[in-house]
């Protein structure tokens, strides 16, 4: 058993990768924002926890962490807001990898995206450019951390059920992929040893998650 948090516990893939590691046997601690989701947060088997990431300091935010095997990352500020976007996505992201480290917090996934790099080629005058900037930094700063990181790079998020199944893949394959495989892969990935210290881009696929994981 592993004591993981989940942080952004109230997304569309957080809400979806709780119940998988609470039905293997781990013990979920899900990050929210706002009291009103604690219900929802805690129907997945997880122990919902009030904390505004946005708001809390390094050291804060390792009281909350500590304890725990791993943390995985899945906040973000849902765009149109550029101020937030860099507050949450890559200051608060970038806060709790220190946070991480401090609270001896070995194992951290982060949630991204496929095409996530420092030469993402989103135009300025492109609502999306801000976004990608964030993630391209609090990325970076993940890569240089001693931290056992994965990040995580699905591509076009769909709803569509999940297959089980996805492909490997780079910023010049890009796809779509359901947010439920994005929440089998990170629950398969905080157990695969070779996902440690790997970017992991993935498409909607024909191979079974744990076999592409076990091929990087």
Do not use: C
């Not at 779509?176 to 040893?193: F, G, I, M, N, T």
């Amino acid at each position: 058993m592993s004591r993981i948090a989940i942080i952004g516990g109230h997304g569309k893939v957080a809400l979806l990768l709780a119940p998988l590691l609470v039905e293997r046997g781990d013990e979920v601690t899900s990050v929210v924002r706002t009291p009103e989701h604690v219900a929802e947060v805690e129907a997945t088997g997880a122990t919902a926890v009030v904390a505004d990431v946005e708001r809390l300091d390094t050291a804060g935010l390792a009281a909350l962490l500590a304890g725990h095997d791993a943390v995985v990352w899945s906040a973000g500020a849902g765009g149109g807001n550029p101020p937030r976007t860099y507050a949450v996505d890559r200051d608060a992201a970038i806060r709790s990898m220190d946070a991480a480290a401090e609270a001896r917090v070995p194992r951290y996934v982060m949630v991204s995206y496929l095409g996530a790099r420092p030469d993402h080629g989103v135009p300025e005058d492109n609502p999306f450019f801000h976004y990608a900037e964030a993630k391209a930094a609090a990325d970076e700063h993940l890569r240089g951390t001693a931290l056992d990181w994965t990040i995580l790079g699905p591509s076009s998020l769909t709803l569509e059920p999940g297959t089980g199944r996805i492909s490997l893949a780079d910023h010049t394959q890009a796809g779509s992929v359901s947010r439920a495989d994005v929440a089998a892969v990170a629950a398969a990935a905080l157990r695969e040893p070779r996902t440690v210290r790997e970017f992991i881009g993935f498409n909607q696929g024909e191979t079974p998650i744990a076999d592409a994981l076990a091929s990087v």
